[in-house]
């Protein structure tokens, strides 16, 4: 089981989208007005009750595997079907704070320092004071450079430069030992309010710590990172320290899905579902949650796991009504929806100085390219499409929408290579580009993008490959 599967299968609290959606703005209030007093606690119906922030820990324990029951495979999908990634919940509201005792950090038992003994600790090396000053001055330490004192010679130092090798094994070095005195922080000041700065301040220390050797590869760490998360949540749901530390969670999700300059798809999943986990629970950080469930949606897109764009998408439509994260989000929902259903809101001036409208394509398959003059694969993909249209003449038709801000370079372009299709571009250059009004309106950023409308003038595809034009084009002929 791969490590991605952490944000995916293993304890992971996470809503039915569907019933969210249309029950959103009532939970979110509740949650609001008792936001000091209850939590929601979900579990997911496998073989056994599961709990919160799990996801990131099921992979970090197995073997490479796909993902199961999450939809592993890219899919076209409509509305309908934006919900059924999740199998059916339970959700219990449960009231007063927990106490917790998850990983390695341990919020249950009483402190080791009483508050009258606060101020006589301020001299101790091993008060939370003194154990942050260390931190603080591991973190500040160049890592390629060590000091170490000069033998027979008291307070004397030299300096000893670090190979590369030597520097990345330090920087390990001082993040395992940043973990260990995090850890005795919080252990001191869990139960005390005086000491509230200093334990969020080593909850921030050890979630970063944890989040960059995990990123390293250290699977462990990453585990450790999800269970403290779920010990702050039970511990407080409204607290720093529970947000910090799921946010640490999320980061570590979106690394991982952008590793190497490349989206890894089960990471790309799994980071959806965490990115719409934290929505959730942390209802307040609107900003935050709705930028993640958003990139979120984008990264799902591009890799043609459309089902889980559109739930990222709706989450956000339903969760920030009047928002401009709505509205970024409105387009690419109105797309979506097109699969199944009648085009009719679609057309534009072209190039040659007429007007578009798919009413003369009636009774044809058309195809619906976005494209602009600069896109390598859109080149790559003309032979492919000129190929259709040889073989089906009459039945096949082609329309452009160009997304070039420069004239010129879409005109030499459709010269070039002899396209016979109507294109629509706007004299009007602010309508151009990313200003497109059809693009807009639909949300499409990307090019090349390719739709299907089969000969009934219905929406077979909002994301189709070239690789499946001929399939697509015979099933839409025999409908």
């Known amino acids: 089981m791969q490590f991605a599967q952490v944000i995916s299968n293993l304890q992971y609290r996470r809503f039915q989208d569907e019933n969210v959606i249309r029950h959103k703005q009532g939970w979110i209030a509740m949650l609001k007005w008792n936001s000091l007093r209850h939590q929601f606690q979900l579990a997911i119906r496998r073989n056994s009750w599961t709990s919160p922030f799990s996801l990131l820990s099921c992979a970090l324990l197995g073997t490479v ?44 038992s009483a402190s080791s320092v009483q508050p009258e003994e606060l101020s006589a600790s301020q001299a101790d090396p091993t008060s939370p004071e003194a154990l942050l000053n260390e931190i603080a001055r591991l973190r500040a330490a160049p890592l390629d450079l060590l000091k170490q004192p000069v033998t027979g010679q008291k307070g004397m130092f030299e300096e000893i430069q670090l190979t590369p090798e030597q520097a990345e094994a330090e920087k390990v070095r001082r993040a395992q030992r940043i973990i260990q005195l995090s850890t005795q922080i919080i252990a001191r000041t869990h139960n005390q309010p005086a000491q509230e700065q200093a334990f969020n301040n080593a909850v921030h220390l050890l979630t970063d710590a944890r989040m960059q050797l995990a990123l390293a590869g250290d699977e462990q760490q990453g585990k450790l990172l999800t269970e403290n998360a779920e010990s702050l949540f039970q511990r407080d749901p409204t607290s720093f320290a529970a947000m910090e530390s799921a946010s640490r969670v999320l980061q570590l999700a979106q690394a991982k899905a952008n590793g190497s300059g490349q989206q890894d798809p089960q990471w790309t999943l799994a980071f959806a579902r965490q990115a719409r986990l934290f929505a959730a629970n942390f209802p307040q950080e609107t900003h935050r949650a709705a930028v993640n469930v958003l990139a979120a949606g984008r990264m799902c897109e591009e890799l043609g796991y459309l089902s889980e764009a559109e739930t990222c998408l709706a989450w956000v439509e339903q969760g920030f009504p009047e928002t401009p994260f709505a509205e970024q989000a409105s387009g690419p929902l109105r797309r979506f929806r097109l699969v199944g259903s009648p085009l009719t809101e679609f057309g534009g001036p072209t190039m040659n100085g007429g007007h578009l409208s798919l009413q003369k394509f009636q009774g044809q398959t058309v195809l619906i390219a976005f494209w602009a003059a600069d896109s390598q694969k859109f080149r790559e993909d003309l032979p492919k499409i000129m190929a259709a249209q040889r073989r089906y003449p009459n039945r096949f038709a082609v329309i452009g929408v160009n997304m070039d801000k420069d004239e010129q370079a879409a005109q030499a372009l459709v010269r070039r290579a002899s396209l016979d299709w109507p294109q629509i571009f706007y004299s009007d250059a602010g309508k151009r580009g990313e200003y497109n009004l059809v693009a807009r309106h639909y949300g499409v950023t990307d090019v090349p993008q390719y739709w299907l409308l089969d000969s009934q003038g219905i929406v077979r595809s909002v994301n189709l490959s070239m690789n499946d034009l001929d399939q697509a084009i015979v099933r839409s002929l025999t409908r």
């Open 65 to 108: 595997a796909g993902l199961t029951g999450c939809g592993s495979s890219p899919r076209e999908t409509t509305s309908d079907s934006a919900a059924t990634e999740v199998e059916q919940v339970a959700t219990e509201l449960v009231e007063g704070k927990r106490t917790a005792h998850r990983g390695d950090i341990e919020l249950t």
